[in-house]
Nanobody
Framework: QVQLVESGGGLVQAGGSLRLSCAAS????????MGWFRQAPGKEREFVAA????????SYADSVKARSTISRDNARNTVYLQMNSLKPEDTGVYSC??????????????????WGQGTQVTVSS
């Protein structure tokens, strides 16, 4: 099983960009399907983006699709989330998650069995 550590969050003005990273421990990272989720205060966790083990398939929430790119570097055991044209509604704690199989679909947090601690993203207007 992998362990996940996110980084790259921070305070950014609306219209700015951030690149979040999720570093994984373990030699089997390349076998895992990865996802990014976010949770704003008082709201439920929501899907942001996901990527398959070989980067063959990516998926995005409609709210970020035109502004975001998920990618991974299996040699570095890292998955990335590039977010551009950030909006105040993008504010939240961003967490990466890992699974060997999307039992409930890539967008369902119940599909993932390993989570990082999260990194805070705050977008000011």
């Amino acid at each position: 099983q992998v362990q996940l550590v996110e980084s790259g969050g921070g305070l950014v003005q609306a219209g700015g960009s951030l690149r979040l990273s999720c570093a994984a421990s373990g030699r089997t990272f390349s076998a895992y399907r990865m996802g990014w989720f976010r949770q704003a205060p008082g709201k439920e966790r929501e899907f942001v983006a996901a990527i398959t083990s070989n980067s063959g398939i990516t998926s995005y929430a409609d709210s970020v699709k035109a502004r975001s790119t998920i990618s991974r570097d299996n040699a570095r055991n890292t998955v990335y989330l590039q977010m551009n044209s950030l909006k105040p509604e993008d504010t939240g704690v961003y967490s990466c998650a890992a699974t060997l199989y999307y039992y409930y679909g890539a967008r369902n947090p119940a599909s993932y069995n390993t989570w990082g601690q999260g990194t805070q993203v705050t977008v000011s207007s």
